[in-house]
């Protein structure tokens, strides 16, 4: 099956860029997704791109995919305080759904 | 906004007790899914339920595990004879198509097998 990972800390001052990074092992995985979870919440879907895009933009997130080398990561312009949180990369293999273990974004002001 | 909810929030049961975490699925959705995250691990794939049958399940969900849909709102996971491995964070999740790219997610249980 699909194995998803990604580091598992990440800090940074408040207005810099973050950029949290993710590696997959299949490469038939149709969706690819970034995930934030607040804390005592579920995981809500931030952004997803198709496996045949390269890259996604969506207000200050910008997804990056490179096939090739089976990593995606998420970049978070100007990040701010209320984007700490834990961030999921995960990937859609049919039916089946793989996640990685999150990465906690600690943003200091 | 509609939303997945779950209880209990937090459920504590003795080894090999019976457990079972509902799940209220966003209204209008076809597909419902389970996950678990042992803390500090990954969120893993259990189970995913259509027409109430399962349609794809995942090497952990094995004899110890079923779901159910016991009427048209809820949803079920009953964990037979817990052990301490159990012990987890489990996630309910629903989708409206099977294609859907998008997974609606609830706040999940923690679930603590002593």
């Known amino acids: 099956g699909e194995d998803v990972e990604q580091s598992l800390f990440l800090s940074v001052r408040e207005g810099d860029s973050s950029v949290i990074n993710c590696t997959y092992t299949d490469s038939s995985s149709t969706y690819l997704y970034w995930y934030k979870q607040e804390p005592g919440a579920g995981l809500q879907l931030l952004t997803y791109i198709f496996s045949n895009m390269d890259m996604k933009q969506d207000q200050r997130l910008t997804v990056l995919l490179n096939k090739k080398d089976k990593h995606l990561s998420l970049r978070i312009a100007d990040t701010q305080t209320g984007d700490s949180a834990i961030y999921f990369c995960g990937a859609r293999y049919f039916n089946k759904f793989y996640f990685g273990s999150g990465t906690k974004l600690n943003v200091k002001p | 906004e509609p939303e997945v909810t779950q209880t209990p929030s937090h459920q504590v049961t003795q080894m090999g007790q019976e457990v079972i975490l509902r799940c209220v699925p966003i209204?209008?959705?076809?597909?419902f899914y389970w996950y678990r995250q042992i803390l500090g691990q990954k969120v893993e794939f259990l189970v995913s339920f259509y027409n109430n049958e399962i349609s794809e399940k995942s090497e952990i969900f094995d004899d110890q595990f079923s779901v159910e849909r016991p009427d048209g709102s809820n949803f079920t996971l009953k964990i037979r004879s817990t052990k301490l491995e159990d012990s987890a964070m489990y996630f309910c999740a629903s989708s409206e198509e099977q294609h859907s790219y998008e997974q609606y997610f609830g706040p999940g249980t923690r679930l603590t097998v002593t």
């Open positions: 209204s209008n959705h076809l597909y």
